[in-house]
Nanobody, 121 residues
Framework: QVQLVESGGGLVQAGGSLRLSCAAN????????MGWYRQAPGKQRELVAT???????NYGDSVKGRFTISRDNAKNTVYLQMNTLKPEDTDVYYC???????????????WGQGTQVTVSS
């Protein structure tokens, strides 16, 4: 089995910073793309940022220049450094990873359980 375990959410004032972490564990041969998405109640889940296993990153327009995604391949962990946070960044943030499973060699998509980020004005 494979699990994604997120941490680092919380409450912060506008202009502040938070760092999210997501660690993948289980029967992992290789992790391809890892990323972060966010979703508010009643809205579609939207891209925040993704990063490939060779470090190429991609960001949603609303977070460019403020958020930075990184990963530690040795720890199967992806991070999201969020700076200059705004009230409109308030959402549940989900980690996503495309993982090649040990044994089967097949690629599966996994999601974390979500972590709440709340930015007060």
């Amino acid at each position: 089995q494979v699990q994604l375990v997120e941490s680092g959410g919380g409450l912060v004032q506008a202009g502040g910073s938070l760092r999210l972490s997501c660690a993948a564990n289980g029967d992992i041969l290789r992790i391809n793309v890892m990323g972060w998405y966010r979703q508010a109640p009643g809205k579609q889940r939207e891209l925040v940022a993704t990063i490939t296993n060779d470090g190429r990153s991609n960001y949603g327009d609303s977070v460019k220049g403020r958020f930075t995604i990184s990963r530690d391949n040795a720890k199967n962990t992806v991070y999201l450094q969020m700076n200059t946070l705004k009230p409109e960044d308030t959402d549940v943030y989900y980690c996503k990873a495309k993982i090649v499973r040990l044994g089967t060699g097949f690629t599966y998509t996994y999601w974390g359980q979500g972590t709440q980020v709340t930015v007060s004005s």
